[in-house]
């Protein structure tokens, strides 16, 4: 999922949205920022967040209580927007209060390709693992940056934007970037049968599978708070098989959660099964994907990539959204 307006899609900060008190200023704003979230997680949100969801657009950024010091001295902080609210928080606490159990529980389980004889009968888990930029293991980036490469890095080249790792690495690497993984977890001879809601052990960084990854950003487009799908990327023999549905549905549920109004992505307009693909998810061109222009030389001007949204709204997780009977794929 090539992103080739990185000049449209903003790494929110905080700092300019946030009246610190003055003690407080000569810290980092984030640093700040970040200690009042945690106390806000621990003392105003625990009750209303049990079914993880949380209303972000109702925080409220109060300032630590300081002794000896007035309300005058410290003047109370605005409210965060929901963007720097969503971003402020660290991974483990985003998990907790925008990405439902379910999807932390998805697990599946695929019959392996046989390229050999002894992969006839196998079964491939994968699990779904949800790491921001700076909590992802530096191997897993990797593998994902490996697979842009594997699917998408012809198409790149082709393209006005052409094929740069370096920036795409830095890309993938943007403050506020998270990441869906699809963590292959087990090989076994049967599909491993369907896990409770006991939450997966994060397996050992360094080595292991990634059969593809989703990679997102809470972000404002055009003044609108939105969440941006950067990258939706599959291993060659995990793709048709209704995965990249699951991912990109589960990334319009965290949407909703956080009460977000659009999914939106950027798309090549030569990969025709993707834009197959959005469109059957419910994906149309977004009001603000640029249009054709005309040239001084009267010649039409065609981008060749589209940004593509769908309106959010507040479709609640259904009892079976929310069931993960997604052995069905196969
Ligand atoms: C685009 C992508 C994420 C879509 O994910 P996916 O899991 O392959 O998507 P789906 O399985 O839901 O649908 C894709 C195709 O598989 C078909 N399909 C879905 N389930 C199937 C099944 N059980 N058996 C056979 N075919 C199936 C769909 O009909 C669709 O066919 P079409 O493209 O001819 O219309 C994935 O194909 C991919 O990683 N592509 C390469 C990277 C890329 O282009 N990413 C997008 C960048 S913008």
Redesign the pocket.
């Known amino acids: 999922?090539?992103s080739p307006l990185p000049q449209r899609v903003r790494d929110s900060k905080v700092t300019k949205l946030v009246t610190a008190p003055p003690a407080t200023r000569k810290r980092g704003l984030d640093e700040y920022i970040l200690e009042n979230v945690e106390d806000m997680t621990k003392e105003n949100m625990t009750k209303e967040n049990k079914d993880t969801v949380l209303d972000a657009s109702s925080m409220v950024m109060e300032p630590k209580q300081k002794k000896h010091t007035s309300d005058k001295q410290n003047p109370p902080i605005k409210s965060l927007p929901v963007v720097e609210s969503v971003n402020a928080f660290p991974v483990d606490k985003f998990i907790d209060y925008y990405v439902p159990q379910h999807i932390r529980d998805f697990t599946i389980s695929i019959p392996r390709p046989t390229t050999t004889p002894t992969d006839k009968g196998q079964y491939d888990t994968y699990s779904l693992q949800i790491d921001s930029s700076s909590s992802i293991p530096r191997a897993d980036l990797e593998s994902c940056f490996l697979l842009v490469k594997l699917?998408?890095s012809e198409m790149y080249k082709h393209s006005t934007t052409g094929w740069s790792p370096a920036q795409k690495k830095k890309e993938m690497k943007l403050r506020d970037m998270r990441y869906m993984l699809l963590v292959r977890t087990s090989s076994t001879a049967e599909p491993e049968p369907k896990k409770g809601t006991e939450k997966r052990a994060r397996i050992a960084s360094g080595g292991r599978d990634i059969g593809?990854f989703l990679s997102f950003m809470v972000t404002y487009e055009d003044g609108i708070e939105v969440i941006y799908c950067y990258e939706?990327?599959?291993a060659p023999e995990l793709?048709?098989?209704?995965?990249?549905?699951i991912l990109l549905g589960y990334l319009e549920e965290i949407g909703r959660t956080i009460r977000l109004r659009k999914a939106m992505?950027t798309?090549f307009r030569a990969?025709e099964?993707?834009m197959?693909?959005y469109e059957r998810m419910g994906y149309r061109e977004d009001e603000f994907s640029p249009k054709p222009m005309k040239l001084r030389n009267g010649n039409i001007r065609e981008y060749d990539y589209m940004i593509l949204s769908k309106e959010l709204g507040s479709k609640q997780t259904t009892k079976s959204d929310a069931n993960n009977t997604l052995d069905v794929?196969?």
């Open positions: 999922m090539p699917t998408s593809g939706i990327h599959l793709q048709h098989r209704g995965l990249g549905k992505l798309v990969n099964s993707a197959r693909f794929v196969w």
